[in-house]
């Protein structure tokens, strides 16, 4: 057990370095030095001289990737360019408005799509089957922001019911908060079940098909006890590392549904630091949001043995 | 072609037909479209679905069936071109990783699961920011996207080929290490590629929808699914069709693309065959 942490952990040491490298180099790949992005058109040559000694810009490429990762490694990203603010804060303070909607959602979409899929298995072929599966294809074919765009113009503008766009912090007033994660929660919420169902159910069907289930029935189990004692065990685990990628897509992918729903988070700090051409910002979201993703994946790997405990064996 | 002998499942037939029904729209889009898709026309702003604009049209007066006919054009082209790249790419770095090994294999896998760390549409738009938002930009970004899973996926297959006896064979006849994998090891990656390459083909699209949704894919006045959906969101209230129909063109071409790939993964791959 502990040489499986210990490996699982040196693993993603590699990937983490490659990830650093690799943001910094597409960041470098931009036409144009950052210290004359930094200090902008009206700056004088021996200004700039100053700041590419300071940042280290006269030195080597390799060396200056030394520099930039030892600030990384000490939770420095820099500076934003159009606002002046450290890069981390910026970035943590966006990330948590995010992550609580994806945490939500995804939450809720295991919840309900798990149970659902394992039906559809164990009705393979069924009406319910049928529907089941249609549903869940359905959902997974439209596109967040356009099921966002929909919800919206049901809740928020024909029945009114939910505030249309904006953002409350929890700080500011808990209901409101919980009021204006509705829709995007929702709009999140129905595109995963669609994702989880499909996995939960091949998962489900692969095993009902292994001689221990048709044992466990022989033995004159109910039903019940053995979809949950024993299907459930040995089927969860796919869906469980899914879940792992779905967190980390669904925190990529998020800009599209926090600009349907005007929501001040992660992906519309990375799509607005775009348009801005704020380096900086740029860099330390891709950097931010890889380093998520890796360590779910990684969480969700470690926590695996839980469910199936023959992994630490190999 | 023995898989063709067997009767298609359902999902095949109709996701083979959206999917079908698509290309053709694109095809004619690029070349006839009822409506200039570009022109305005002051007197029929906001024009709600008729006979005239049969989808209605949108706050410049332009025909809304038009530029959905433009948009699937354009965002056909960007799908194919992406994944073409990132086929051609992938496919060439996992033959030959997958069949030299060695040290060469140990670097490229490693800088491809680095970028498997990054979810494909974050990845995307780092290289947008770079490329620069406009349709070349989103070929780069999404076939640089997508190329690690096809490096990975052939390297596997290759990795299980490459034991078998027929490659031997190949290499005891005295066929060059080229030769073999071109005649003998490609032609068997073919199956699980165009399944990979099917499904590849509906995230370009949705993740091209999504570029131009955020106003960072092609530039307007360029028709595109995604943004006519983005410029829908300021007359919302008023003209509800502009919401509506880029958005079921989406859906249903994502849903065609989802049922083909589907039907073509029952086909192909024999661990899952039977349990669908």
């Known amino acids: ?314 | 072609m023995k898989f063709l002998e067997r009767r298609p499942a359902p999902n095949a037939w109709i996701g083979g037909l959206i999917v079908g029904s698509l290309l053709l729209v694109a095809g004619v889009g690029a070349f006839w479209t009822p409506y200039d898709p570009l022109a305005l026309n002051f007197t029929a702003q906001l024009a709600p679905p008729d006979a005239v604009y049969w989808l209605g049209t949108d706050e410049f007066g332009r025909d809304v069936l038009s530029r959905l006919m433009a948009g699937a054009t354009t965002s056909a082209w960007i799908s194919l071109l992406s994944v073409g790249c990132a086929v051609l790419v992938g496919t060439t770095l996992g033959v030959l990783t997958g069949y030299l090994r060695g040290a060469v294999d140990r670097v490229v896998m490693a800088f491809n699961d680095a970028l498997m760390a990054f979810p494909g549409i974050l990845l995307a738009l780092g290289l947008m920011a770079v490329l620069g938002a406009n349709r070349y930009g989103i070929i780069g970004a999404l076939a640089v996207a997508y190329t690690p899973s096809v490096t990975r996926v052939v390297r596997g297959s290759v990795l299980s080929l490459r034991e078998r006896e027929f490659i031997d064979a190949s290499r005891v006849m005295g066929n060059s290490g080229l030769f073999t994998m071109w005649r003998h090891v490609l032609p068997n990656c073919v199956a699980p590629l165009t399944v990979l390459a099917t499904s590849m083909f509906g995230w370009a699209l949705l993740a091209e929808s999504a570029l131009s949704f955020l106003g960072l894919g092609v530039p307007p006045p360029a028709p595109t699914w995604g943004n006519m959906l983005a410029a829908s969101r300021s007359h919302f209230d008023e003209a509800v069709w502009l919401g509506i129909f880029p958005g079921i063109c989406i859906s249903l071409t994502l849903l065609g693309i989802n049922l083909l790939g589907d039907a073509l993964r029952d086909r192909f791959d024999p661990r899952m065959r039977g349990l669908r």
């Open chain 1, 1 to 314: 057990m502990l040489g499986f942490i210990v490996k699982r952990l040196l693993m993603a040491v590699p990937t983490l370095l490659i990830v650093a490298v690799s943001v910094f180099v597409l960041v470098r790949l931009v036409p144009g030095d950052p210290a004359s992005l930094l200090l902008g058109d009206m700056a004088t040559p021996s200004a700039l001289a100053d700041l590419q000694r300071r940042l280290g810009l006269d030195r080597s490429l390799p060396a200056q990737f030394g520099i930039w990762f030892g600030h990384v490694l000490q939770g420095d990203l820099g500076q934003s360019i159009t606002s002046q603010q450290p890069v981390l804060p910026l970035v943590w303070d966006r990330f948590l408005v995010s992550g609580r909607l994806v945490v939500v959602a995804v939450f809720l979409a295991v919840l309900v799509a798990v149970p659902a899929g394992m039906v559809a298995a164990w009705r393979q072929n069924s009406l319910a089957d049928l529907v089941l599966v249609g549903t869940s294809t359905l959902l997974l074919s439209i596109p967040t922001f356009w099921l966002g765009l929909l919800i919206l113009l049901l809740f928020g503008l024909k029945l009114g019911w939910l505030p249309v766009v904006g953002h409350v912090s929890f700080a500011q007033s808990p209901g409101h908060a919980l009021m204006y994660m509705i829709m995007p929660v929702l709009t999140l919420f129905l595109h995963e079940i669609g994702v989880v169902m499909r996995m939960a159910r091949a998962s489900t069907l692969e095993v009902l098909r292994l001689d221990y289930i048709t044992h466990a029935r022989a033995k004159g189990l109910s039903e019940r006890e053995v979809m949950w004692r024993h299907a459930f065990r040995n089927s969860f685990g796919p869906t469980w590392t899914l879940i792992g990628l779905v967190l980390g897509n669904l925190l990529g992918g998020i800009a599209v549904v926090e600009t349907v729903f005007s929501i001040p988070g992660l992906g519309r700090l990375l799509v607005d630091s775009i348009f801005g051409r704020d380096y900086p910002v740029i860099q330390g979201c891709l950097l931010f949001v890889a380093f998520v993703y890796v360590v779910v994946n990684l969480v969700v790997d470690l926590l695996y043995p839980l469910f199936d405990p023959r992994v630490t064996a190999s």
